[in-house]
């Protein structure tokens, strides 16, 4: 007798043909661990439509049936929230052949990609057409556009173009019933009521699978300087970040890190090394661009800007990348902390924010009081400075098992952290999602007002639970069985 999984599985390969449906268990392997390593989950098949109404195909079939689904990008989720739950009890639904980007229109200044584009293939594609899409990360050689809209996204250009959110101006996806919901159209007023654009962005793919978005796009870049800062405290870096926003509107990334982040990365990544000679306690890379040519170099812009707060002792030293090489190596090192973080071994990693001008105290007092209350750990942070969200990560003590510390000190160490930014007024989860991850602590400490809104929300649009279960939203489905 067939089981559901069976069911579906036949049903797709029947429907949608044989490269619908991957079943050998070496080919899904790789997709059952997260980008971290740290959630492992089972999975009998992978079911790989080539386009929404096979999408669509896959997820009424599976209402039908009870099946649950994963929908999957690039899996680099940060959260474990593209991993399947352990029990093998969902198919993951990969979004990976919806690759094409449908269209490109410089003059509307919009772009449609369906969901599997990888991020770095959008942006080729933007700038063959002499326009770009404005948020970039580290992972956006293997991110893709639907898990970035699922995610709401920011990465390092947050601070002059938003999230993810700012960015989607249509969404294609399709329901937990299986219809499609057609929102690609960039309309500038729609009064239907809810907004289901905005409602799945963000959603983890537990409302919906994205299909393909419709996204905004900004002038390409003529023109760019990339400077390496060092200074002497994350007060010091905002002061700096005010100074250049009140003399101009180009300032495009400021991202700050510790010392600590920039050993780590010089000690772990082949080919990197300090931009800066001598000691500097904090260090701030700052991107400022330019779309018109006639406009006053960016290279000569940041040298004017940066001369007085040298004078003036706001800043200890800094350097102007002198060719595109060396602003790309500049960048290497900012997209590399994560990776260097990992080989440097476990740590309870946190994506937070906290208001702008409360986070340089925030970084400081926080550390501190991580380091005395967790003896032998070491916390710091670094990331986007200017929009109050950091990675505010405690590096276990040397030599420590890295498995018993995850099971018994890094959970102590989150809820202590996560207390702290609640105090704050900030939010435990700034860019990456909550996944499965944070799952715990956004059930501890959101307000019932905010819990009852997104268990309401998921039960009335999926109420078998089959979308993307155990994550963002504590609500236990029927238990429908393979």
């Known amino acids: 007798m067939q089981t559901r999984h069976d069911q579906l599985i036949t049903q797709v390969r029947d429907a949608l043909g044989a490269r619908a449906v991957i079943a050998d268990a070496d080919a899904v392997a ?62 993951i639904l990969s979004l990976r052949r919806l690759n094409r980007v449908r269209a ?10 369906e969901a599997g584009v990888i991020l770095a293939d959008l942006h080729d594609a933007c700038l063959a057409q002499g326009r770009r899409f404005p948020l970039t990360l580290g992972a956006r050689g293997t991110a893709t556009i639907g898990g970035l809209v699922s995610t709401n996204a920011g990465g390092t250009q947050v601070l002059r173009f938003g999230t993810m959110r700012a960015l989607v101006a249509g969404i294609e996806a399709v329901l937990p019933d299986g219809t499609i919901h057609d929102g690609l159209a960039a309309l500038k007023k729609d009064n ?20 393909a978005a419709t996204l905004r796009l900004a002038p390409a870049v003529v023109a760019r300087a990339v400077g390496w800062v060092g200074l002497a405290s994350p007060a010091a870096a905002l002061a700096l970040l005010r100074r250049l926003e009140a003399a101009t509107g180009t300032v495009e990334s400021f991202e700050i890190l510790p010392a600590a982040a920039l050993a780590s990365v010089v000690r772990h990544i082949p080919g990197t090394r300090a931009p800066l000679e001598g000691a500097h306690g904090w260090h701030v890379l700052v991107e400022v661009t330019a779309t018109d040519i006639s406009a006053e170099p960016p290279a000569v812009l940041l040298e004017r800007l940066l001369a007085p707060v040298l004078s003036d002792g706001l800043a200890q030293d800094a350097v102007i990348a002198a060719s595109e090489a060396q602003a790309l ?45 967790f003896p032998g750990t070491h916390a710091s942070g670094f990331g986007h400075l200017g929009d109050g969200n950091v990675h ?16 018994d000190q890094a959970p102590r160490i989150t809820r202590f952290v996560n207390d702290l930014v609640v105090a704050a007024g900030g939010s435990i989860s700034a860019e990456h999602g909550i996944g499965q991850m944070k799952l715990g602590e956004l059930e501890r400490l959101a307000s019932p007002a905010r819990l009852h809104a997104l268990r309401a929300i998921k039960a009335a649009l999926d109420p078998q639970g089959i979308m993307n279960p155990g994550k963002l939203v504590a609500l236990a489905p029927a238990r429908l069985g393979p």
């Open 104 to 113: 490109v229109d410089p003059a509307a200044g919009l772009a449609v990609a």
């Open 392 to 407: 505010f990560h405690v590096r276990a003590p040397h030599g420590v098992d890295a498995a018993s510390w995850y099971a």
């Open 329 to 373: 190596a500049f960048w290497r090192i900012r997209d590399s902390i994560s990776e260097a973080e990992r080989a440097g071994g476990p740590a309870a990693q946190h994506d937070i924010s906290v208001p702008v001008e409360a986070m340089p105290a925030f970084m400081a007092e926080a550390a501190a009081a991580c380091d005395a209350r």
């Open 30 to 91: 790789p997709w059952l661990t997260d980008w971290r390593g740290r959630y492992h989950g089972s999975a009998p098949a992978i079911l790989a439509p080539a386009d929404t109404h096979g999408v669509a195909m896959i997820v009424a079939a599976a209402a039908a049936l009870g099946v649950p689904l994963v929908p999957q990008g690039g899996n680099s989720s940060m959260v474990g929230g593209a991993t399947p739950p352990a029990d093998g009890s969902a198919l």
């Open 192 to 211: 239907r009521g809810y907004d289901l654009n905005q409602l799945l962005i963000g959603a983890e793919g537990t409302l919906g699978v994205i299909t």
